[in-house]
Antibody, heavy 122, light 106 residues
Framework: QVTLKESGPGILQPSQTLSLTCSFS??????????VSWIRQPSGKGLEWLAT???????GYNPSLKNRLTISKDTSNNQAFLKITSVDTADTAIYYC??????????????WGQGVMVTVSS | DIQMTQSPSFLSASVGDRVTINCKAS??????LDWYQQKLGEAPKLLIY???SLHTGIPSRFSGSGSGTDFTLTISSLQPEDVATYFC????????FGGGTKLELK
């Protein structure tokens, strides 16, 4: 059974760096083809893909945010991470992590975490 | 960047109705189109991947079709538990979501 769970600071101030952790079970990021992505959703709005990291450490970023994003992983502890620098109120959203079967089946988001709310406020 | 235009934005239907939701890509995305269901307060859930493949545990009343730039999600007989917002996602080049369709019961 695949499960993912996000964790984060809850609230932070403008200009700070947001650090998010995705802890997962039921799969390994050392397995060929597997990837994990981060997606966010401002309250009452649509979904925005942020970043993806795969088993062999390849990474992809949303071009509109690329300069502010860093994705990484800790394969031994079944975790993936996302950092967003210089946050402002527009970064207030629910942040989700999701797994991708990758070249095994396709690069779609098959399982999602419950999401973590992040509020940027002074 | 690939843009995804989803229609309608809002849909009201009765139990038992056949419901269709459309997604149009700004360029050819081959078969790489997926559909998600998001109920209020919950994370999105995968329904259909690669245009027409049903994800594990999803009822057979959900189906997908299309190719290239035009895609459709069909619910063959609407059930009360299908009330949700539905999103399409292209994964041919990066990942882009459609704007969503809010489905309610009439």
């Amino acid at each position: 059974q695949v499960t993912l769970k996000e964790s984060g600071p809850g609230i932070l101030q403008p200009s700070q760096t947001l650090s998010l952790t995705c802890s997962f079970s039921g799969f390994s990021l050392s397995t060929s083809g597997i990837c994990v992505s981060w997606i966010r959703q401002p309250s009452g709005k649509g979904l925005e893909w942020l970043a993806t990291i795969c088993w062999e450490d390849s990474k992809g970023y949303n071009p509109s945010l690329k300069n502010r994003l860093t994705i990484s992983k800790d394969t031994s502890n079944n975790q993936a991470f996302l950092k967003i620098t210089s946050v402002d109120t527009a970064d207030t959203a629910i942040y989700y992590c999701a797994s991708l079967p990758g070249y095994n089946s396709g690069y779609y988001f098959d399982y999602w975490g419950q999401g973590v709310m992040v509020t940027v406020s002074s | 960047d690939i843009q995804m235009t989803q229609s309608p934005s809002f849909l009201s239907a009765s139990v038992g109705d056949r419901v269709t939701i459309n997604c149009k890509a700004s360029q050819n995305i081959n078969k790489y189109l997926d559909w998600y269901q998001q109920k209020l307060g919950e994370a999105p859930k995968l329904l259909i991947y690669n245009t027409n493949s049903l994800h594990t545990g999803i009822p057979s009343r959900f189906s997908g079709s299309g190719s290239g730039t035009d895609f459709t999600l069909t619910i063959s007989s609407l059930q009360p538990e299908d009330v949700a917002t539905y999103f399409c996602l292209q994964h041919n080049s990066g990942w882009t979501f459609g704007g969503g369709t809010k489905l309610e019961l009439k």
